[in-house]
């Protein structure tokens, strides 16, 4: 089974940038990587895919190195509001069963 | 938009009667998954459809969980008989296609006493 995992915990102060890292040891080789975000008591959210390289939308940046065992999610001049669970998923490579990150808990400080 | 709605919000039974949870997918959307979460375990797939048919089912717990989707706008996650050790929040997710970014609804929170 392919280990999805990430930081357990991060603080930053606003206005600063942050990168959240997801190491996936083995995933499928023609699938995307997709971060997200949870809110408590809500569903993830989606905020950014990616395949390989580099990613931008109006809300994050995705990187992703040549050999897909990891990904970054960097969020630009974070805000209180941007305090939250931020996820990975993957398919795992053979399978391609989606799984999960562990998840990483972002605390926001003004 | 309406997005990914589950019914109900939040259900408390005691244990062996059965539960159902219920999903409506955004319209058009042709995947279809559900998850578990939980504290110890995080965010777990149970299965997934692709129009209407189950795909992949490893991650059902054991046979006490059974999904079904009867049409593109309905699927079900049924569990009988319920035990304690199935409370947890269950989220029910949709996409355009397989591999497309995943909507999910509020969950489901489940308590068995």
């Known amino acids: 089974l392919a280990k999805t995992t990430q930081p357990i915990s991060m603080d930053s102060y606003e206005g600063q940038e942050v990168n959240i890292t997801c190491s996936h040891n083995?995933?499928?080789?023609?699938?995307?990587i997709t971060w997200y975000q949870q809110f408590p008591s809500q569903g993830p959210r989606f905020i950014i895919q990616?395949?390989?390289t580099k990613v931008t939308n109006e809300v994050a940046s995705l990187f992703i190195p040549a050999d897909r065992k990891s990904s970054t999610l960097s969020l630009p001049r974070v805000s209180l509001s941007d305090t939250a669970v931020y996820y990975c998923?993957?398919?795992?490579?053979?399978?391609?069963?989606?799984?999960f990150g562990t998840g990483t808990r972002l605390k926001v400080l003004a | 938009d309406a997005g990914v709605i589950q019914s109900p919000r939040h259900e408390v039974t005691e244990m062996g009667q059965e539960v159902t949870l219920r999903c409506k997918p955004i319209?058009?959307?042709?995947?279809l998954f559900w998850y578990r979460q939980t504290m110890m375990r995080g965010l777990e797939l149970l299965i997934y459809?692709?129009?209407?048919?189950?795909?992949?089912d490893s991650g059902m717990p054991e046979d006490r969980f059974s999904a079904k989707m009867p049409n593109a706008s309905f699927s079900t996650l049924k569990i009988q008989p319920s035990e304690p050790r199935d409370s947890a929040v269950y989220f029910c997710?949709?996409?355009?296609?397989?591999?497309?970014?995943?909507?999910f609804g509020d969950g489901t929170r489940l308590s068995i006493l």
């Open positions: 997710a949709s996409s355009l296609i397989e591999g497309q970014p995943q909507h």
């Open positions: 083995n995933i499928a080789t023609n699938d995307y």
């Open positions: 990616g395949y390989k």
């Open positions: 998923l993957v398919a795992e490579g053979g399978t391609y069963k989606y799984i």
């Open positions: 319209s058009g959307h042709n995947s």
């Open positions: 459809f692709n129009n209407n048919v189950p795909i992949d």
